[in-house]
């Protein structure tokens, strides 16, 4: 079962002319730069062939003997031109690198502000890796044609045209052959190269396999030595390895033989036009300078059109990459507020859920009629068996989604009324999956709210039981975590999140699991600091032990997104239903 995240496959771009159009606005502002780019293009490849057109007044000096003198002359003049193409071209590759890169770097920008205002329904349906691989493989695509597509195809047209000219003038018979070989030369070449363009793909497509399957490997490694997988995992591998071989055999035989071909036809080519041209110095009084350049373009005709070939594919996986950067560029950002939304300030925390009907997808129903009230400062507690709905309810407070029915209020005014901002700076949340950023503990914590001074911090820090553990890590709150604190316990994670939310001043605090990776024992002891954090908050609190929520105002007992109990401890004990199951252990929360 290997790879399940496909890398992607070089594609063939699906509107090449709009993709075309909107990376040319992206070049547009650098016009005059451009214009000079294509200034020095012009000069460097018209020096060149001037340069290569030099031979013959310098071979025919030199046969005619016409002395010394002019054989300098000629040389050094030679020395000039090719000196202004090696300026030019310098000069041009300087520019051209800065715009592209600039340009990428106007990409990146776009796109990494553009994530930020998809909404969490984007991140749903797009992976990690599928969302990295915008800004690796698909941007580096582009910058390959930036880099030097342009300014390639721009020379390579310059040459071409002008190596014809300078053929016809020079010779018309020997432009004639040349002319004559070419189509041979290029239907052999894209002959074998459609037919390897078959072999290409299926190496691809095995090298995404092998590689899936390697990622999975590597980050399951835990999982494959504890199941003893090893010699399973090794010999996948080597099956998927071995046709990973074959194909790129076939695939790089085929191109690699292109080469060898094309230099035979070139030769045979450069054969004829020797032989004919001789012909003609003999008996037509054809220059033996003329004889030397005809020659020498004779071979190089052909090279203009190879490059444009090259570029080709390169321009084919760019425009595919610049599609799917487009495309996230073209996402609907999450809704804007209001135009008269409100601003919430001196949040009491009075909230209220009426009749909330929620779906993540709009045919299945995740939440039926949820109703409930929490006045302000009170604690509710959500229980209820795993995929009950419970994160749902806390998605819905801090309008990651927007509900399909009913309304849900904080101090009496509606979520969609009120800025997305002043919402979520009113709430405090630990998540069940906890997150913390490559940067020092105090920062990781800090990221609750930025002005606080270090002392809030420890103070958080002590609140949510994880000062000790702090003052022992290497360089207590100085000290750099890194990859999600992987070098901390899960807990510890949890407790750093607790901080965090500890250190905000937010009048609605959401726990969510909050201490489900912590043990009983450090539970207890942050129980303190949990009443203290939740003092003077309105608290929504989602425990995977019971003990924890026994003290709420009102507890939720959840079940397939409904409500099916609610009441305080004591009360719900009563009822002797669900909750009661539960406390006695008649049933099991999972
Ligand atoms: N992002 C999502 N997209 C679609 N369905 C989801 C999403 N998150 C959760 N669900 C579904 O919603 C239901 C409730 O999940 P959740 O609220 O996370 O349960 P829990 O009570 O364990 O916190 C589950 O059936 C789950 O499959
Ligand atoms: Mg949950």
Same mark, same amino acid.
């Given at each position: 079962?290997?790879?399940?995240?496909?890398?992607?496959?070089?594609?063939?771009?699906?509107?090449?002319?709009?993709?075309?159009?909107?990376?040319?606005?992206?070049l547009d502002v650098y016009r005059v730069k451009l214009i000079i780019v294509f200034l020095c293009v012009v000069v460097?490849?018209?020096?060149?062939?001037?340069?290569?057109?030099?031979?013959?007044?310098?071979?025919?000096?030199?046969?005619?003997?016409?002395?010394?003198?002019?054989?300098?002359?000629?040389?050094?003049?030679?020395?000039?031109?090719?000196?202004?193409?090696?300026?030019?071209?310098?000069?041009q590759?300087?520019v051209m690198?800065?715009i592209?890169?600039?340009?990428?770097?106007?990409?990146?920008?776009?796109?990494?502000?553009?994530?930020?205002?998809?909404?969490?329904?984007?991140?749903?349906?797009?992976?990690?890796?599928?969302?990295?691989?915008?800004?690796?493989?698909?941007?580096?695509?582009?910058?390959?044609?930036?880099?030097?597509?342009i300014?390639?195809?721009m020379?390579?047209?310059?040459?071409?045209?002008?190596?014809?000219?300078?053929?016809?003038?020079?010779?018309?018979?020997?432009?004639?052959?040349?002319?004559?070989?070419?189509?041979?030369?290029?239907?052999?070449?894209?002959?074998?190269?459609?037919?390897?363009?078959?072999?290409?793909?299926?190496?691809?497509?095995?090298?995404?396999?092998?590689?899936?399957?390697?990622?999975?490997?590597?980050?399951?490694?835990?999982?494959?030595?504890?199941?003893?997988?090893?010699?399973?995992?090794?010999?996948?591998?080597?099956?998927?390895?071995?046709?990973?071989?074959?194909?790129?055999?076939?695939?790089?035989?085929?191109?690699?033989?292109?080469?060898?071909?094309?230099?035979?036809?070139?030769?045979?080519?450069?054969?004829?036009?020797?032989?004919?041209?001789?012909?003609?110095?003999?008996?037509?009084?054809?220059?033996?300078?003329?004889?030397?350049?005809?020659?020498?373009?004779?071979?190089?005709?052909?090279?203009?059109?190879?490059?444009?070939?090259?570029?080709?594919?390169?321009?084919? $996986?760019?425009? =595919? #990459?610049?599609?799917?950067?487009?495309?996230? !560029?073209?996402?609907?950002?999450?809704? &804007? /507020?209001?135009?008269?939304?409100?601003?919430?300030?001196?949040?009491?925390?009075?909230?209220?859920?009426?009749?909330?009907?929620?779906?993540?997808?709009?045919?299945?129903?995740?939440?039926?009629?949820?109703?409930?009230?929490?006045?302000?400062?009170?604690?509710?507690?959500?229980?209820? $068996?795993?995929? =009950? #709905?419970?994160?749902?309810?806390?998605?819905? !407070?801090?309008?990651?989604?927007?509900? &399909? /029915?009913?309304?849900?209020?904080?101090?009496?005014?509606?979520?969609?009324?009120?800025?997305?901002?002043?919402?979520?700076?009113?709430?405090?949340?630990?998540?069940?999956?906890?997150?913390?950023?490559?940067?020092?503990?105090?920062?990781?914590?800090?990221?609750?709210?930025?002005?606080?001074?270090?002392?809030?911090?420890?103070?958080?820090?002590?609140?949510?039981?994880?000062?000790?553990?702090?003052?022992?890590?290497?360089?207590?709150?100085?000290?750099?975590?890194?990859?999600?604190?992987?070098?901390?316990?899960?807990?510890?994670?949890?407790?750093?999140?607790?901080?965090?939310?500890?250190?905000?001043?937010?009048?609605?605090?959401?726990?969510?699991?909050?201490?489900?990776?912590?043990?009983?024992?450090?539970?207890?002891?942050?129980?303190?600091?949990?009443?203290?954090?939740?003092?003077?908050?309105?608290?929504?609190?989602?425990?995977?032990?019971?003990?924890?929520?026994?003290?709420?105002?009102?507890?939720?007992?959840?079940?397939?997104?409904?409500?099916?109990?609610?009441?305080?401890?004591?009360?719900?004990?009563?009822?002797?239903?669900?909750?009661?199951?539960?406390?006695?252990?008649?049933?099991?929360?999972?």
């Open positions: 079962m290997p790879g399940g995240r496909r890398q992607q496959v070089h594609q063939k771009p699906k509107d090449t002319k709009a993709t075309m159009k909107r990376i040319l606005k992206y460097s490849s018209v020096t060149t062939l001037a340069g290569s057109y030099m031979i013959r007044p310098i071979l025919n000096s030199v046969v005619g003997g016409e002395g010394i003198g002019v054989l300098v002359r000629n040389l050094i003049f030679m020395g000039c031109v090719y000196a202004i193409c090696v300026v030019a071209t310098f000069y590759k300087q690198v800065k592209s890169q600039t340009v990428l770097y106007t990409m990146r920008k776009d796109l990494f502000d553009k994530l930020q205002t998809l909404p969490v329904r984007y991140f749903d349906g797009h992976s990690t890796g599928e969302i990295m691989s915008r800004f690796s493989n698909d941007i580096d695509n582009m910058g390959n044609m930036l880099d030097n597509s300014t390639v195809i020379s390579s047209a310059i040459s071409f045209v002008g190596t014809f000219a300078l053929m016809v003038y020079t010779n018309i018979w020997l432009t004639l052959i040349t002319v004559l070989m070419l189509p041979v030369m290029i239907k052999a070449s894209t002959g074998i190269l459609k037919h390897s363009q078959k072999y290409f793909k299926s190496q691809q497509a095995a090298l995404a396999t092998a590689n899936g399957y390697i990622e999975e490997t590597i980050s399951g490694q835990k999982v494959v030595k504890v199941f003893n997988h090893e010699e399973i995992a090794k010999r996948e591998f080597s099956q998927l390895n071995k046709d990973l071989r074959e194909k790129q055999v076939r695939a790089q035989f085929l191109s690699g033989i292109v080469m060898p071909v094309n230099v035979n036809l070139n030769n045979i080519n450069y054969a004829l036009n020797t032989v004919v041209g001789a012909y003609l110095c003999i008996a037509r009084g054809f220059d033996i300078g003329g004889l030397a350049v005809s020659i020498n373009y004779s071979r190089q005709f052909g090279r203009p059109i190879n490059e444009l070939s090259n570029q080709m594919s390169t321009i084919l $996986s760019a425009l =595919a #990459g610049a599609e799917r950067v487009f495309a996230v !560029l073209d996402e609907q950002p999450e809704k &804007a /507020d209001r135009e008269n939304a409100v601003t919430l300030e001196h949040v009491r925390g009075e909230v209220i859920l009426d009749n909330v009907t929620f779906g993540y997808n709009p045919d299945k129903v995740i939440l039926k009629n949820i109703s409930l009230y929490a006045k302000p400062g009170q604690k509710i507690a959500f229980v209820g $068996s795993t995929g =009950a #709905g419970k994160t749902t309810i806390t998605n819905l !407070l801090t309008r990651f989604y927007d509900i &399909a /029915d009913g309304r849900i209020t904080i101090d009496g005014v509606e979520l969609r009324d009120m800025k997305k901002d002043s919402l979520r700076s009113s709430i405090a949340m630990v998540l069940q999956d906890t997150h913390l950023f490559t940067g020092t503990v105090m920062e990781n914590i800090r990221y609750g709210r930025l002005d606080a001074t270090d002392e809030d911090v420890i103070r958080a820090a002590k609140i949510a039981n994880s000062h000790g553990f702090i003052k022992r890590l290497p360089k207590g709150y100085d000290t750099v975590l890194e990859g999600d604190g992987s070098n901390l316990s899960q807990g510890q994670r949890q407790l750093l999140n607790i901080a965090r939310a500890a250190v905000s001043t937010a009048p609605i605090l959401i726990l969510d699991e909050a201490t489900s990776s912590v043990d009983t024992r450090t539970e207890r002891q942050i129980d303190k600091g949990m009443d203290e954090l939740m003092k003077g908050r309105t608290t929504f609190v989602i425990a995977h032990r019971l003990s924890t929520v026994r003290n709420a105002d009102a507890i939720m007992v959840l079940e397939h997104g409904e409500i099916i109990e609610r009441g305080n401890h004591v009360d719900l004990l009563q009822m002797k239903g669900r909750y009661y199951q539960l406390a006695t252990g008649a049933a099991e929360l999972d």
